[in-house]
């Protein structure tokens, strides 16, 4: 016997990305939880507690209007892994019963770190709007990645006090 599939728009939504960033996982890590880092690429401001129980919210802004979402973390793994789950992602309070979770592993391989995303929402969506999800994490996780590399690269080019480099120069 074959268990019919529930129709998409009964469905919640369930993304999953990978995304391979040339920084380390501890700026992966920063960038996801510390507020004067996610305004540089996620939001417009934020305000962010990074422990089990404690809220992060995002501002965004646009034209004239504005919106705001909150979330509560749920696991906190420093370093390595943070699952959220959204109370209000924008349009109001979700309704009771209704989960959106929003989790990350972060991983350090090869001299890179790998973030792997999941996006897991409960609510029903339409396919348009799937997609329409689907493919803003793309820009969003693009946007975390330049954003990281950058920081690494310019922390690099940075030479610490003392350095080789600065003891020649005064030689």
Not at 50 to 74: D, M
Not at 76 to 105: F, M, Q, T
Not at 137 to 149: A, F, G, T
Request: hydrophobic residues 30%; positive net charge; glycine residues 8%.
């Amino acid at each position: 016997m074959e268990v019919p599939k529930k129709p998409a728009a009964a469905r919640g939504s369930r993304i999953s990305k990978k995304v391979w960033i040339k920084a380390a996982p501890e700026t992966v890590y920063s960038a996801l939880t510390e507020s004067k880092e996610l305004v540089r690429w996620f939001c417009d401001r934020a305000s962010c507690d990074p422990r089990e129980g404690k809220e992060l919210v995002a501002c965004w802004r646009s034209g004239k209007s504005s919106q705001q979402g909150r979330a509560l973390f749920t696991r906190i793994v420093p370093g390595s892994a943070l699952e959220l789950l959204w109370i209000d992602d924008g349009n109001g309070l979700r309704p009771e019963g209704s989960k959106h979770i929003l989790s990350y592993e972060i991983r350090s391989k090869s001299g890179m770190t790998e973030l792997v995303m999941l996006d897991q929402d409960d609510s029903p969506s339409d396919e348009e709007t799937y997609q329409l999800l689907d493919q803003g994490w793309n820009s969003v996780l693009l946007e975390l990645k330049d954003y990281c590399e950058r920081k690494d690269r310019t922390a690099k080019v940075r030479a610490p006090s003392g350095s080789r480099l600065q003891k020649g120069a005064r030689d």
